[in-house]
């Protein structure tokens, strides 16, 4: 002991000192009666009384004077190690928890070493794997950049912005050669700076004596007495107020002569809205309440909406700019600081950019670049658009709005129809075999020539059923209700025929109160669910008109009829494409008729029923493949922290009660909804759901993640579907994977302005 020197044993160091003390212990042939490997003989076993003595000797010495009371009562060098092992190993809960809360709040600062800092925190890491609490490298690598210091920011940004995420070893090894770097750079500066300090002050002593004009150049005065410069001042004196501000304006033109598109939107401390000149980066608009916007110089520009900006500022980013005005004489965009701070987002301004970031988790939303005296958005015109619009083929439009004829789709990309779509309407739809085989091609009903002046002032309606395979509301039968002018389309799952009644009644109520107009007639067929006292007494007590159409002529009923067609076919392209089972037909119907409600229709001059419903123009933006593979945000309050944060489910539709999107999830067998999505290419066609389940199988509670409650059957309030045995048609297709991958977004605005629900 007396040659090797360790440290001495404190309450902080244990983990190295047993280390150091089992070296020791080992070079002095004795650790094996610490260990308990070496036992006496016998009582008198003299030779073991010595050798653990000497153990005991050992340890003794290496430890502080303050900690030696804890093992005043020990007899033997075994009963010293196990003793100190209790007192500073303890594996219990509160230990674990510790450490745990230690490595987690562990925060490095700029003085420190970064090298010691980063084994500190190895170091909690091997005691917690020694009590067998594994941490997986995904949460190392988030607490360790979380430890590092805050002039880091940026090194952080560009470790987290990497399509995966480094290993901790491997983070490890960039965190360290970052800090020499810097380490590098500050003994450079330090040094250049000492050597300019130094060389200036040799110059000045020598220029004392005779002063130079920065002005003219002419030694013998300083600039303050140059005559030149008193006479310049004198001529410009008047111009002055006016230079200031041109030189002001020439400095903006000149960046926006540039034509850099990285360079495109301004960072603005004095505008009081976003505004942008250009009308294709909207994803939607609505009229002004003023359309006079007063500039700075006094000079005034025309508005010509209000709407909303997506703006891709980096990858896997996108910033929503709501209430932006579209101000197409402005020779660049700008954005509104007092706008982004009203978001709850915080602007730090510095000599080279300026940083816009979360001040409750600091995480950075995005930054801007100085160039001159203005600071620019690092964003380009090409990734805003594709952002509100995506670079989406006419192929995969075609698939989203449920198969929708070649003609109606380009129209409404052509005719701006609906905002949040573009494809390229000179190219041509390539052959869809889902639409051979899912849509039965027959002799159109002739049209009739007139249509309704008011809303509600026809309706009609018709059944369709009963379904051999049963819905997953257990529905077989569903009921449309069309308005005559509008076109627009309700849908209701029925399972049974004398429920016609009670959603007729529903239907009545919630329409009227949306368009503020009185139904007035009702046609139908001659069901006998149509002809019910129920029903008649109810219509003659509101005043509304039934007609009839006549026996075996269902023409007389051609617009429900063409609507079922409709709708039929487009739900059976959709399972066929998705190969989802037939149970899913409810779904499949309900989201053809949300579709087509946004799609134009010729019998109504190429209108949109949505727009004639509302009044609005609806938004197609958000529209994806019915049955693609998709992965949502897990907020069970079950989850632990370690779990997943995203499952896997199937997209089967949109939300009409709130702003999500409906997933089914196979495991649990659950239809969810949510916002928080991210769409992946393809379907999930290694679903598998044997034949019972396709006739047998019966739904589960429908969860709410808004309110995390459950609630009933979904399918009493959302649209439905049609036809015997329509949807039986073998699958034996290669689905295509689809070319867009939605990535999150961001919003700089609280409320979402959308037409949708």
């Known amino acids: 002991m007396a040659s090797v020197k360790i440290e001495l044993l404190t309450k902080e160091n244990f983990e190295t000192w047993k280390i150091q003390m089992r070296a020791v212990l080992t070079k002095n042939d004795v650790w094996g009666y610490v260990n308990g490997t ?18 005991m000797a050992d340890i003794i010495l290496g430890m502080s004077p303050s900690e030696l009371l804890q093992i005043k009562s020990c007899k033997t060098s075994k009963e010293i190690w196990d003793k100190l092992q209790s007192i500073y190993a303890s594996q219990g809960p509160a230990r674990i928890a510790l450490l745990l809360k230690k490595v987690i709040l562990l925060r490095m600062n700029d003085h420190e070493d970064m090298r010691q800092c980063i084994d500190e925190f190895f170091e909690i890491l091997d005691k917690l794997k020694e009590m067998e609490i594994s941490v997986c490298d995904e949460v190392v690598s988030v607490l360790l950049l979380c430890s590092i210091p805050e002039s880091y920011e940026q090194f952080k940004v560009a470790i987290e912005t990497q399509e995966k995420l480094l290993k901790p070893e491997q983070l490890k090894i960039k965190i360290l050669e970052e800090y020499e770097n810097r380490r590098h750079k500050k003994s450079s500066d330090s040094e250049v700076l000492y050597a300019k300090k130094s060389h200036h002050k040799a110059q000045n002593s020598d220029q004392k004596k005779i002063p130079k004009c ?69 994803t939607d608009m609505k009229v002004p309440h003023s359309n006079k916007l007063n500039l700075a110089n006094s000079d005034s520009a025309e508005i010509e909406g209000i ?25 660049t965009n700008l954005m509104s600081v007092s706008k982004i701070t009203d978001a709850g987002l915080q602007v730090n301004f510095t000599r080279k950019r300026a940083k816009i970031f979360n001040p409750d988790d600091g995480q950075v939303i995005f930054n801007a670049k100085r160039n001159g005296k203005l ?31 070649e003609r109606d789709l380009k129209e409404i990309v052509n005719k701006k129809k609906a905002f949040g779509i573009d494809c390229n309407t000179k190219e041509k739809l390539p052959p869809c075999e889902i639409c051979v085989r899912g849509k039965q091609v027959q002799k159109p009903f002739k049209q009739s020539s007139s249509n309704s002046t008011e809303l509600l002032n026809l309706v009609h309606s018709d059944i369709c059923g009963p379904f051999r395979v049963e ?43 949306q368009t503020g107009q009185k139904l007035k007639i009702l046609r139908s067929d001659n069901g006998g669910e149509y002809l019910s006292n129920t029903l008649k007494i109810y219509l003659k007590k509101e005043g509304v008109k039934h007609e009839f159409s006549t026996a075996y002529c269902p023409q007389q009923n051609g617009v429900a009829e063409r609507k079922n067609r409709t709708l039929v076919e487009m739900a059976r392209c959709m399972l066929l494409q998705s190969k989802l089972p037939m149970s899913f037909w409810g779904e499949a119907i309900s989201t053809a008729n949300y579709v087509r409600n946004r799609c134009i229709s010729s ?8 727009a004639l419903w509302t009044g609005k123009t609806p938004t197609l933006r958000y529209f994806r493949t019915f049955g693609q593979k998709v992965y949502w945000l897990n907020k069970s309050p079950e989850k632990h922290k370690f779990s ?53 199988e019966k739904w589960e509670m429908e969860v709410e993640f808004f309110k995390n409650e459950t609630f009933n059957s979904y399918e009493e309030n959302t649209p439905g579907t049609t036809g015997n045995n329509i949807f039986e048609t073998p699958v034996e297709r290669e689905v295509e994977d689809l070319n867009e991958d939605q990535g999150l977004e961001l919003y700089l605005t609280e409320s979402e302005n959308e037409d949708e629900n």
Not at 651 to 675: H, L, M
């Open 644 to 696: 997943p944060r995203s499952k896997m489910g199937i997209f089967i539709g949109y939300s009409t009660e709130s702003k999500a999107y409906r997933i089914w999830d196979p495991e649990e067998r659950k239809v969810f909804r949510s916002r928080d999505v991210r769409f992946t290419f393809g379907f999930l066609n290694d679903y598998k759901i044997d034949s019972q389940d396709r006739e047998k």
């Open 603 to 610: 019998s109504i001059n190429g209108e949109i029923p949505y």
């Open 307 to 331: 709407g909303t900006v997506r703006l891709k500022v980096r990858k896997g980013t996108t910033v929503k700019l709501n209430e932006t005005l579209l101000v197409p004489d402005l020779r």
């Open 375 to 405: 600071y620019y958005v690092e964003g380009s015109s090409e990734s805003a658009k594709a952002a509100s619009t995506g670079t989406v083929s006419i192929k995969e439009w075609h698939e989203r709005l449920g198969h929708l004829n």
């Open 38 to 55: 070496i036992t006496p003989r016998d009582e008198n076993d003299v030779t073991w009384h010595t050798m653990d003595g000497k153990a």
């Open 214 to 282: 920065f002005k003219c150049q002419k030694l013998g005065h300083k600039s303050f007495q140059c005559r030149t410069r008193m006479m310049e001042d004198k001529e410009s004196n008047s111009r002055e107020p006016k230079s200031k501000e041109s030189s002001r304006n020439a400095e903006c033109s000149l960046k926006i002569s540039t034509h850099d598109e990285y360079l495109e939107w301004c960072l603005d401390s004095g505008a009081t809205s976003h505004m942008c000149n250009d009308r294709s980066l909207f």
């Open 471 to 513: 819905s997953k509301g257990g529905a077989k039968y569903f009921v449309t209700f069309i308005d005559d002018k509008s076109r627009w389309c309700e849908v209701y799952l029925l399972r049974k025929k004398s429920e016609l009644f009670e959603k007729f009644q529903e239907y009545k109520n919630m329409s009227e109160k």
